[in-house]
């Protein structure tokens, strides 16, 4: 897949003559957006075409209601997600203020009828564009009538008549609900970051864990201790993870991600790793000893011990 920043690139990275277009934020790249890029795929594998997606950077809710805290997956995954959905270019578009208030018609000459070669472009059940979110379906259709192209709406996707959306996993993570998230992302929701150091209580108290420093852009599952499994260097690994802030030590207010890999004893601070929630074994607690909270950490790994054991 190849990643174009800047419209300018496109005389350099693009020589394509048939291509099919798509639009969106994509966060999380759940079900519901891989079943819409399959189907472009599978068309685009049809007629030999070219597969096009146009996003953004950041996301539009950072810049206009300044979240944190609030995606599914960084900018670096987003792009190997879509490229493992077939994605032969990813234009990613730089989401200003400024740009927040280009006309849909504007956006529409500028950063899409830049590609040549447009045979198709297919648009999500819900998407708006351009200033207050003025542009829709009948915008793009009529802009796509006067160049003779196709425009295609796709229609909602349902799991188990629900509908799927990024807020709808967004609400899963947050609640903790890791079995829902699977489900709505077809994948269990991940974390990936650099092993930092920590206090160091973990290895004094015969569990040490590995300090997760993560993107706070990223969300977060609800405070708790977790099934996981953790992957660093093409190897996974069964593990338990904490998040939370600490409460036996007073630790303060910083959501911590520390994971206790099973039978591993490597030091790996700095290495990249990935950990992948997999179910929630209990809620963040305060004890009144180090030593009821290390019967408690014993018992949260046997528990995923035997739930890995069980599979």
Do not use: W
């Not at 206009?64 to 987003?78: D, I, P, V, W, Y």
């Amino acid at each position: 897949m190849k990643v174009i920043k800047e419209i300018a690139e496109l005389a350099q990275t693009y020589h394509e003559t048939n291509v099919q277009i798509t639009i969106g934020n994509f966060d999380g790249v759940h079900n519901g957006h891989r079943e819409f890029l399959a189907r472009i795929h599978d068309d685009c594998q049809k007629t030999k075409s070219k597969f096009v997606v146009i996003t953004f950077i950041p996301h539009p809710v950072q810049i206009l209601k300044a979240h944190s805290g609030f995606l599914l997956n960084t900018f670096s995954e987003r792009r190997e997600l879509l490229s493992a959905c077939g994605v032969d270019y990813l234009l990613e578009v730089d989401f200003t203020r400024d740009f927040s208030t280009l006309s849909p018609e504007s956006f529409l000459e500028k950063f899409v009828f830049s590609f040549q070669g447009i045979d198709k472009i297919y648009l999500g059940h819900d998407f708006v564009f351009g200033a207050n979110k003025s542009g829709n379906y009948s915008t793009a259709k009529m802009a796509c009538e006067t160049k003779n192209i196709f425009l295609v709406l796709q229609e909602e996707f349902r799991l188990d008549n629900q509908a799927i959306s990024s807020s709808v996993v967004r609400a899963s993570v947050q609640a903790g609900e890791m079995d829902k998230a699977r489900s709505l992302l077809g994948r269990p929701y991940f974390i990936s970051g650099r092993v930092i150091k920590g206090q160091g209580r973990g290895r004094q108290i015969g569990f040490p864990t590995a300090n997760l420093g993560y993107d706070k852009e990223l969300m977060v599952p609800e405070k708790g201790v977790y099934v996981t499994q953790t992957s660093f260097k093409d190897l996974i690994y069964n593990s338990v993870t904490n998040i939370g802030i600490n409460p036996t030590f007073n630790m303060g207010n910083d959501i911590n991600v520390e994971t206790h890999l099973l039978d591993f004893s490597r030091d790996i601070y700095g290495e990249e790793v990935r950990v992948s929630f997999i179910k929630k074994l209990r809620s963040e607690k305060k004890f009144s000893s180090v030593n009821d909270l290390i019967a408690q950490i014993g018992n949260d790994v046997e528990s995923a011990r035997k739930y890995f054991a069980n599979l």
